[in-house]
């Protein structure tokens, strides 16, 4: 018999990656009408917060790798929803724009956020505890990238 700290049941890891998982499937009939990928949303995400951005804030504020943002730029390019320039102060800057499409975007997607939130509530998930479960993976987010960091 496994030991308890062997047991699938006893892994918090196992329970973060199949919520992941699940949620991103969640999102996948809601974007993909629209083309989109997850990944391509979160970039929309921060680019509706504050449009005209370098790729390197971009890339930091998901938490990846700006060798990871750029291909999924690219692509998000090739479809019509962004623009790609060179900053204007420093030419080795990439900025990132929406074009009229990308903002139009937002507004067609208006329902997902409250869609794909109403999919995840249930007895242990109310709208009065989504605030410290923010808290809680904040801080295992900012542990875990310390950690990481060293």
Aim: proline share 5%.
């Amino acid at each position: 018999m496994a030991a308890e700290e062997f047991l699938l049941d006893n892994q918090l890891c196992f329970r973060l990656y199949t919520a992941s998982r699940l949620l991103t499937q969640a999102y996948h009939p809601l974007l993909s009408a629209k083309g989109l990928t997850y990944p391509q949303y979160l970039v929309l995400l921060v680019l509706w917060e504050k449009d005209a951005q370098p790729v390197n804030d971009i890339a930091k504020r998901l938490m990846l790798e700006t060798n990871t943002v750029t291909p999924l730029l690219k692509r998000m390019e090739a479809q019509g929803i962004l623009n790609r320039r060179k900053g204007e102060k420093d030419a080795r800057q990439m900025i990132v724009s929406l074009t009229p499409k990308g903002k139009k975007l937002q507004k067609e997607l208006k329902d997902v956020p409250a869609t794909v939130g109403s999919a995840v509530l249930c007895k242990e998930v109310t709208p009065e505890s989504v605030p410290g479960l923010f808290v809680a993976l904040d801080g295992i987010i900012g542990q875990l990238s310390r950690a990481l960091l060293k």
